[in-house]
């Protein structure tokens, strides 16, 4: 048996458990009937094992106890088909949970619904039994036929359709055989395929034609389906539902792009004749039809109430020791979390505890993994081999030998990416590691349920890391089990959004003013700009597209605008990948260090006039960050609010960013290892910021002095950035901040905080709303931290361009304390 992209280590622990790769599951079966029956002991006993001695028990801040919660059955509505029932009961499934059969029956009565309920409640199966049902309903003439192997022409028509979009194709994939599962007792009624980049050229005219439930991705929506919609014309006529899955998933600028795609696909339905009902799947998250409503433009109905069963889940917040370690100006540095994750696991593992340990970075997965068999060789030299890592790029049945191998107990332990969250079937796990706060409190609840066995208990730990935002939530941990969910982020109106999409959508169709209402207030303002830069033209009522180019092209949806860096490596010219422009200076600058596909590259040259990043293979001990300078100005002031003497305001901002400098890292100590200059040109951004001021009387208050009012806003400005995660869905690298003393445009000292994205992407709004709840987390987390001067876990920044000096800890206590004296009443 053969594991052929598998890395070395997953081979092995494969091939020495001689395991066979399964090629079909249903993931969304999460209520169908339990078959292990083995125990394993309480979460309690598990975290009391790993907390044995006394620096280890240290290291938990904070243990929180969910009880059990039993589950709520109900029947299916009457308007699901007997058939689809059946197909039900032959995968165990003999009734749906109440949360189940209440989204089925807004479905069949055409009302767009969202379902928000956690990991493994069944959300899948919520949506699939009335399409399903649907899709059979419209296929009765065709139940004669058989289709015949070689995928020929379905008898009698093609009936209903419904359209499935997942964020990766990975998960559209896992999709397609899980319905293909469920759905082989229903014959060829139900007729599904993926529509992909990786579909057959040979294989995409049958999709079209005959398949009725066509799975995809937005970036193909965007790029393939809208624009050559005359072939898709029989497809979209018939189309009755699209399903949204991982909805949570669209924020920011990416989720903005495909509200903008939802529209488009909207119009044209609208042109053939259809009105689909949108069947949107979350996370749990805050205001889920809100959100939702956003990306598609249309009312939506949300079922929050969860009514799948869970056992009792001990989630242990866990703070890594301080090392004898000294990092910039002499900080402290705390034992990494990839360095404590590995630790854990190799416990867990020696106890025979099922676990999954997440990781945000692919290298991060190995390493973890590579230490953790390391250190179980020194206890057993069969246990290395129950240990793998598990990121994105596999294959599918590579990706479940990996799982079956987990399920079934051979498996012990995996270290994995987020690749893990979407769509594969590893639930029912007695253990979850998180190797640091994931980003949001929805991601960390979907990572966290992935443990609990039907009626079993549960272990999570948030390992933190050495960061403002990761110290904050381990020493208050109301601001994660106290809080709800965030709300999802996105501005569908920014400019630099919509105009790519008004081009698109008068390619695919002429635009009119009566589309302007479906596209958004913003819209009818942009028509004259676009005919002044010779894209759009007038005739008669309708804008048309001008140009010979495709105008799907004018932007990626997951980009930021202007060519791809293509990363190429040297020895071979083989093309490795490509990064989006607005990150190519700080991820592929000479001197980084790449990862892709598992393996690690050196960039040895960045040809800015090619736009392509020059590689070559190495393995080095160390990982790199880029640091960077920063001048903003104030280009309008769209809303302020006086705090006090001081002043919180938001508007749109033109930022000039310059990469100066990159450090080198050791890999599991983060240890500076030292720093190189970079010759990088300056570039201009142009987007949306929250900033505030303050006065020479605050200051006198605050006891800040001209010596230390730099270091102060400097501080408060790095904290700031790390905590603004915790109020928007965003992660510190989308955002960016700006601090000075004097500025030329407020004459104040001033802090400014931006979204780091053309036209901005929701972020730095949401901040202005959230601002005092923001900053006082903010001044909390700074005063919390036991250091004494300012170190990563509080004031320090990984991306500071001025090497994190001036610095002054006790000084930006001060400052904002006395600026949030003055916040009004009742704000954010």
């Not at 059990?68 to 165990?92: F, N, Q, T």
């Not at 036991?786 to 400052?815: F, M």
Request: charged share 20%; hydrophobic share 40%.
């Amino acid at each position: 048996m053969a594991f052929n992209h598998l890395p070395a280590g997953v081979h092995d622990a494969l091939s020495a458990l001689s395991v066979t790769p399964v090629t079909d599951s249903v993931p969304m079966a999460s209520n169908r009937l339990p078959t292990d029956t083995g125990a394993s002991p309480s979460p309690g006993i598990i975290l009391d094992r790993l907390a044995r001695g006394a620096t280890r028990a240290a290291r938990i801040t904070h243990t929180e106890h969910l009880p059990p919660r039993p589950g709520s059955h109900a029947d299916w509505p009457e308007r699901i088909r007997p058939e689809v029932i059946a197909a039900l009961r032959d995968a165990r499934i003999e009734r749906p949970w109440t949360h189940q059969a209440i989204t089925a029956e807004h479905a069949l009565n055409g009302t767009s619904v969202v379902i928000a309920t956690g990991t493994a409640s069944g959300k899948s199966l919520a949506y699939l039994a009335p399409v399903l049902s649907t899709l059979l309903d419209g296929a009765r003439p065709a139940a004669t036929g058989r289709l015949p192997r070689e995928r020929g022409a379905p008898v009698g028509g093609r009936g209903a359709t419904a359209l499935y979009l997942a964020p990766t194709k990975a998960l559209a994939a896992d999709q397609r055989r899980a319905v293909r599962e469920l759905a082989a007792p229903l014959g060829d009624a139900i007729r599904p395929a993926v529509y992909d980049g990786d579909t057959p050229v040979e294989e995409r005219e049958w999709v079209r034609q005959y398949a009725n439930y066509v799975l995809t991705n937005p970036d193909m929506l965007h790029r393939g389906i809208l624009p050559g919609h005359p072939r898709w014309a029989s497809f979209l006529r018939a189309l009755r539902y699209v399903v949204i899955d991982e909805c949570h998933t669209y924020r920011g600028v990416f989720g903005s792009h495909v509200a903008q795609v939802v529209r488009r696909l909207r119009r044209l339905c609208a042109r053939y004749g259809s009105d689909p009902v949108f069947l949107l799947a979350s996370a749990t998250a805050a205001e889920p039809a809100e959100a939702a409503g956003r990306l598609t433009g249309l009312p939506v109905v949300e079922i929050t109430d969860d009514s799948s069963p869970r056992g009792e889940v001990v989630f242990a917040l866990w703070e890594p020791p301080l090392t004898e370690l000294h990092g910039e100006q002499g900080a402290p540095v705390r034992r990494t979390a990839t360095a404590e994750t590995a630790d854990l696991l190799t416990d867990l593992a020696v106890q025979g505890v099922r676990t999954v340990a997440f990781v945000r970075s692919r290298r991060g997965a190995e390493l973890i993994a590579l230490i953790a068999q390391e250190r179980l060789a020194e206890v057993d030299r069969a246990l290395p081999a129950r240990i793998a890592a598990y990121r994105g790029g596999y294959l599918p049945e590579e990706r479940r030998a990996l799982e079956r191998a987990l399920h079934g107990g051979e498996l012990l332990g995996l270290a994995a990416t987020t690749a893990l969250e979407l769509g594969v079937d590893v639930s029912g796990l007695d253990a979850v590691l998180i190797a640091g706060y994931p980003g949001t409190r929805a991601s960390l609840w979907q990572q966290a349920g992935r443990a609990g066995r039907s009626g079993q208990g549960a272990l999570a730990v948030l390992v933190a890391r050495d960061d403002p935002l990761d110290t904050y939530l381990v020493h208050h941990p109301e601001a994660l089990f106290d809080q709800p969910v965030e709300s999802t982020v996105l501005d569908p109106d920014n400019p630099y959004v919509l105009t790519p999409h008004l081009c698109a959508a008068a390619a695919e169709i002429p635009l009119t003013e009566a589309d302007f209402a479906l596209f958004g207030p913003t819209a009818a303002t942009l028509m004259p700009q676009l005919e002044a830069a010779n894209l759009l033209r007038r005739r008669a009522r309708a804008w048309h597209w001008t140009r010979r180019e495709r105008a799907c092209d004018l932007t990626d949806i997951r980009g930021q605008g202007g060519a791809p860096v293509q990363i190429v490596e040297t020895g071979t010219g083989r093309l490795l990948g490509t990064v989006d422009a607005a990150a190519a200076h700080t991820t592929v600058h000479d001197g980084a260090v790449h990862l892709h596909q598992g393996r690690t590259y050196v960039v040895e040259h960045f040809d800015l006039a090619d736009d392509v990043a020059l590689v070559s293979e190495a393995n080095p001990p160390y990982s790199t960050t880029a640091r960077d300078t920063t001048a903003i100005s104030v280009l309008e002031t769209e809303t302020e609010v006086s705090w006090g003497a001081g002043r919180l305001c938001f508007g749109s901002v033109e930022v000039t960013n310059q990469v100066v400098s990159f450090l080198r890292r050791k890999l599991v100590t983060g240890e500076v290892l030292g720093e190189s200059k970079l010759d990088l040109p300056p570039r201009t951004l142009r987007t949306r910021a929250v900033w505030w001021t303050v006065t020479e009387d605050q200051l006198d208050a605050a006891r800040v002095n001209p010596e230390l009012l730099g270091g102060a806003l400097h501080a408060a400005e790095h904290a700031s950035i790390g905590l603004l995660p915790l109020f928007a869905t965003c992660d510190r690298w989308d955002i960016g901040g700006v601090s000075v003393p004097l500025h030329p445009d407020t004459l104040l000292p001033t802090v400014f905080v931006y979204d780091g994205h053309p036209g901005g992407a929701g972020f730095a709004e949401r901040a202005f709303h959230t601002a005092a709840d923001w900053l006082t987390a903010t001044r909390d987390a700074i005063a919390a931290c036991e250091c004494e001067a300012g170190c990563p876990s509080c004031i320090q920044s990984p991306k500071c361009g001025n090497g994190n000096e001036p610095l002054h800890k006790r000084g930006a206590i001060r400052l904002l304390t006395e600026l949030l004296r003055g916040a009004p009443e009742g704000a954010g």
